[in-house]
């Protein structure tokens, strides 16, 4: 079965700050951050199908909210944790996590490892191309089969303005 699937960089978050957030994964959104992402998220609601659409995200806060976000401008399901889209994570333990799901399924995460994840979906390589979501932004890759390393083809990339344009 042919799988869609949308790498989402989390919005605009506060600066690291241990101070204020001493587990980097609670840091938040900044308000800005949060409300330029809103509209970003009712242009991409409008490219994608609300009833297919599996929503995974990272448990980190900004990661975690942006995908809370998603679910509500798109009205589509609220997100489900995966642990494999967190910072630092194997692109291989990422992209074997992602093949369990079928369909649209829309990718919440951070960088560098969504740059990495869509290089590897792409080339096999997760050096194997230079690929940059800007915060906020999204990457459409199409598999024609399963979600497998190499199979993927990059149908768009585009920045907040870009999808805030859509809304």
Not at 43 to 50: D, I, T, V
Not at 95 to 109: I, P
Not at 125 to 141: F, P, W
């Amino acid at each position: 079965m042919p799988v869609d699937l949308y790498l989402v960089r989390h919005a605009v978050a506060h600066v690291r700050d241990p101070e204020r957030w001493p587990d980097d994964g609670r840091r938040p959104l900044t308000p800005r951050g949060e409300r330029k992402f809103r509209a970003a998220a009712r242009g991409l609601s409008r490219l994608l199908p609300a009833a297919e659409v599996v929503l995974l995200s990272s448990p980190y806060e900004r990661a975690w909210r942006t995908a809370r976000i998603l679910a509500e401008e798109g009205a589509w399901p609220g997100p489900i944790s995966l642990g494999a889209l967190l910072p630092g994570a194997r692109v291989e333990e990422t992209a074997a996590a992602l093949a369990e799901h079928v369909g649209t399924v829309v990718a919440v995460g951070h960088r560098p490892s969504l740059h990495r994840l869509a290089a590897y979906l792409l080339t096999r390589e997760a050096e194997g191309a230079e690929i940059r979501i800007k915060k906020g932004g999204a990457a459409y890759l199409g598999f024609e089969g399963p979600l497998e390393p190499g199979a993927g083809e990059l149908r768009w990339l585009l920045t907040p303005k870009m999808l805030r344009s859509l809304a």
